[in-house]
Each structure stands twice: as structure tokens, then as C-alpha cells.
């Protein structure tokens, strides 16, 4: 088993992120047996298909290391690194970039939503970015990719570039690509915005007060939770009462999340009571999760030469698993390299 996962370094981890997916990573990773293998990367090249600031985008890689480590992600076990550090990534993309369909590209949903009205206007890596995620993955053999729902269709191009590589360019015996299968959390696949509950999370949000950052102190995080949007009506008693209240069903969504229980027993706990008396329980469950994740943040951020040593030896073992995989693709499209 291999799982292979990543994240854009921009700006702060949010609540989404963490119960969406690196939760899961680190679950994954106290879970391995000795077959197995972790590998987590930032998605620092990902990041520049938007417009960005560098200095930004440097700081935040750094701090993204302290915060998944502050997760739980352990540099130890689990291969902790960033694509820029491991040139394989764009090589192996431009060799999908055969492979991949204008028409795949043209369904993808993240790309109508991050370039909005202005298409023409919207880089070019934006477009192929599925591409390179295709290849953050096939790169390794990934088996597994803990991702959030919003990720699911960039995994299904994946396999598809590698079902349609594959049969072109291998043996059936002997395929190039490894089909990655996604794992999504069901309890927690799409945390939503705490000001529109049709919304995801999510960094790109401009309202700070849409989401929850795992930097958040104790008094910001009951400020939000106070202020989130909800409904006049009490908590229901079972799920079907949550139905076109997507603000409620959200809140009761992430307090099961955290709280390690289903949604249908937070409702058989705070059914009839109004958000008067549920806020103010759910801001206290996740101080008390997220409580010691900041503490642990704040303090390894400080550390600048132990986050850039993370990286560099991260870099080191994911270039060593990269190449076989990177070579066989190079030589089975004919391209000659010599020896
Ligand atoms: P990114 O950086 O937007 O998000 C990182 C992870 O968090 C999940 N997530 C959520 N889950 C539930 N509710 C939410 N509101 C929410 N917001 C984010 C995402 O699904 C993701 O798992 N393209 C990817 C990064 C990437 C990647 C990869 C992931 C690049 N290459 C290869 C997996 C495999 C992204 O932008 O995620």
C-alpha cells in the first residue's frame, strides 16, 4: 500500500482541510504496516497557477511544514516534502500532457470555478493543473489518496490519464501507472463555509470569518463560531429535520467531525435546543482539539533550519522512489536519454 497525498501551501490549514483530509493522512500513517509507505507533499506548484505573491508563498510552504507536522505528521514515518524540491513532478507532467484530452480538462469543475467568468484571462497552468496532480501521484504508484470530496474529480482524471497511458504506451502485463483509489472521509468529506452553508471552507475565501485556520486562538474561534450563520429554528432530533438548513446540518456536521461521533448523535444529544446553547458547546470541542495543534504550530514555525531540513530529506526520498517510475514512462513514449 502506498499513500500518496498533497496540499497548496496558501494560506493558513483550516478547519476543512483538517477534518477533510489530513486527519486522515495522519490516521493513515499511524495505521501503517511495515509494507507500507506515507508520502505527503505541499503542493507549492500548484500554487503558482493562480496569482501569488513568492514571498508569501515561501513563507507559507515553511509554515504549512510546522502545521502538518503540529497535525501529527511525522517526518519520521511519513515522507514529508515539497514538489518544487523534486523536478520529477513537471517532468512526468509533461509527458501526461500527451496523454491527457483537451475535453477531460475542459469538465473539470475547479477550473470553471477558479477562473470564474474571465477565462481568457486565467493562466494556462490553471488548465493543466489536473494534469500535475495526475502526476503528483502516478509518479509514486500511489494505491491510496486521502483527499476531501472536492479533490474526487482530479483522482478520476488521474486514473483515467493512467488507464489511457497505460493501454497506449505498456503491455497489459506490465502497466506503466499504478490506478489510485481515493479515500474520503464520509463524516467530514466537505466541511462548508460558516457564512454560506452551500459553500465549501476554503483559503481562497475572502471573509476570514468563513472558515476556522488552525491558527486561530481560543477567542477567535468562539468569535466565529458565534457570529457563523444559522437558522431562528431549534436543533432537530434526527438528520431528515436538517434538510434544506445547510447552515445547521453544517455546525452538526463538524462537531460529530470532531467529537469522534456520527451526526444522528450529536441530534440525539442537542435535539430541541437552539443554537444559543449548541454554539457555545461546539466552539469548546474545538478549542479542545484544536487547542494543542496551535500550540504545537506556534511553536515549530520559530524553526526555519528544522522545517528546511524536513524538506530536504523528504526531497531525498521521494526523488529515490520517483525515478524508476519516471524512467520506464520516458522510455516507453521512445524518447531517448542514453544511459
Ligand atoms: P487543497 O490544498 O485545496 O486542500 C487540501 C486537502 O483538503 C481538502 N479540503 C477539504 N475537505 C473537506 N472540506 C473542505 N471544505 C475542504 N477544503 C479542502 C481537499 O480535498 C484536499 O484533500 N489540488 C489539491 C492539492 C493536490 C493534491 C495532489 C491532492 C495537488 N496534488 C495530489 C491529492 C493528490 C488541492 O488544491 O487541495
Known amino acids: 500500500m502506498r499513500i500518496v497525498s498533497g496540499i497548496q501551501p496558501t494560506g493558513s490549514l483550516h478547519l476543512g482541510n483538517y477534518l477533510g483530509a489530513i486527519r486522515n493522512w495522519v490516521r493513515m500513517q499511524d495505521d501503517m504496516d511495515a509494507d507500507s509507505d506515507c508520502l505527503f507533499f505541499l503542493a507549492d506548484l500548484h500554487a503558482i497557477s493562480m496569482p501569488h505573491d513568492p514571498q508569501t508563498l515561501h513563507t507559507g510552504t515553511l509554515e504549512m511544514v510546522a502545521a502538518l507536522t503540529a497535525c501529527g505528521i511525522d517526518p519520521d514515518r511519513s515522507i514529508l516534502f515539497n514538489q518544487a524540491q523534486v523536478s ?7 509527458l501526461l500532457n500527451g496523454t491527457a484530452r483537451m475535453g477531460w480538462l475542459n469538465r473539470m469543475t475547479q477550473f470553471k470555478d477558479k477562473a470564474g467568468k474571465h477565462r481568457e484571462g486565467a493562466s494556462a497552468a490553471l488548465f493543466t493543473y489536473p494534469v500535475l496532480q495526475a502526476a503528483d501521484v502516478l509518479l509514486y504508484q500511489a ?6 470530496e472536492d479533490q474526487k474529480q482530479h483522482l478520476e482524471l488521474a486514473r483515467d490519464i493512467a488507464t489511457k497511458f497505460n493501454f497506449d504506451f505498456a503491455s497489459e502485463d506490465k502497466p506503466v501507472f499504478t490506478l489510485p483509489e481515493p479515500i474520503t472521509p464520509p463524516e467530514a468529506a466537505r466541511i462548508m463555509s460558516l457564512r454560506d452553508g452551500t459553500k465549501k471552507m476554503s483559503k481562497s475565501d475572502p471573509s476570514d470569518m468563513s472558515r476556522i485556520n488552525l491558527s486561530d486562538d481560543r477567542d477567535t474561534i468562539a468569535k466565529k463560531v458565534k457570529k457563523a450563520k444559522t437558522d431562528p429554528e ?3 432530533s434526527d438528520l431528515a429535520g436538517l434538510e434544506d438548513r445547510p447552515e445547521a446540518l453544517n ?3 463538524i462537531y ?6 456520527s451526526a444522528e448523535d450529536v ?6 435546543q437552539g443554537f444559543g446553547s449548541f454554539k457555545p458547546a461546539l466552539a469548546e470541542v ?10 504545537r504550530f506556534v511553536e515549530l514555525k520559530e ?15 521521494a526523488r529515490e522512489i520517483a525515478r524508476p517510475t519516471l524512467d520506464k514512462a520516458y522510455s516507453a513514449l521512445g524518447l531517448v536519454r542514453g544511459h
Not at 494505491?143 to 476531501?148: D, E, F, I
Open 88 to 94: 520529477a513532478h513537471c517532468e512526468l507532467q509533461w
Open 303 to 317: 524553526d526555519r533550519e528544522s522545517l528546511d531540513a524536513i524538506l530536504a530529506r523528504g526531497a531525498l526520498k
Open 234 to 236: 431549534p436543533l432537530p
Open 143 to 148: 494505491t491510496h489518496v486521502p483527499v476531501g
Open 256 to 261: 460529530g467531525a470532531l467529537a469522534d461521533c
Open 286 to 295: 474545538m478549542v479542545e482539539s484544536l487547542g494543542p495543534i496551535v500550540e
Open 251 to 253: 455546525l452538526v456536521t
Open 267 to 272: 441530534l440525539a444529544q442537542y435535539g430541541g
